[in-house]
């Protein structure tokens, strides 16, 4: 179902199945001919407390000294695998601002990066939990902090750019997409746009459906696809962030497609590097 896909994670980040050679030989068999392995990058030294690091669980990210195997073992299969499939190295990387060099360093060892905000400064200066802390109050210093990632022009892909919806709630504790969380959409896709980097419609939430009451999964959220399909120049893809490598083949795939076909956003099947 996917031809091409830009969102991979493998044993190196601790919290993921299966090492490169893995990842490509499901790749292979299920017809997908570009495939970027993102797993998570380490974070910079010194950049979160003991208690930011637990509460974000910074211990299931890739360890420095682990870059060097996984890059070498992303070189490897390239060369064997060459007219096979083509393979690209990227990391799937948090933005903490202050730590640019920490960046600039991941972006040169790798082909592409995506950014995903798992953690954002939060309006009392700490970090916390995307997942976890989002709300109408400090939605829009979630949004910031993915403007400012995007902004530093090392970023190719912002992945999940909705998981602020994830137990995202209103005013009134409902969980509405409220004049608040369209602000936040609306500073997120203009950045996008303007500093060309893609979006993507991400299919590993999708399992999901009952961490909500709602029975609805967490994201993609609806409300978020259909303010972007009004953007005329955003460029979207559809990543499994897959951390098994049978999971590039997930059903979930198909229900992503299901969803952008419903709202009638528009996907793009290929990533350019543009940068
Ligand atoms: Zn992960
Ligand atoms: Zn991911």
Redesign the pocket.
Known sequence: MLKNNYHT?MKY?G??DGDVADYVKSAIKLGITELGMTD?APEPDGAMTEEEILDNKSY?YMKKDMVRLYLNQIREQQILNQGKIKILSGFETEYIEGYIDHYKWLRSQVDYMNLGIHFFKDLDGHLKNSYKCIDYKNVMEYAKNVVKGIETGLFNVVVHPDLYMFRYKDKDGNRTFDENAKKAAKMILDAAVKNNVYVEVNCNAISWADINDDSTWPYPNKDFWMFAKEYKNLKILVGADA?KPERLGTPNIARAYEFVKEIGLKIEDKMEILK
Do not use: G, L, S, Y
């Open positions: 994670h980040c919290h993921a998570h299931r951390h």
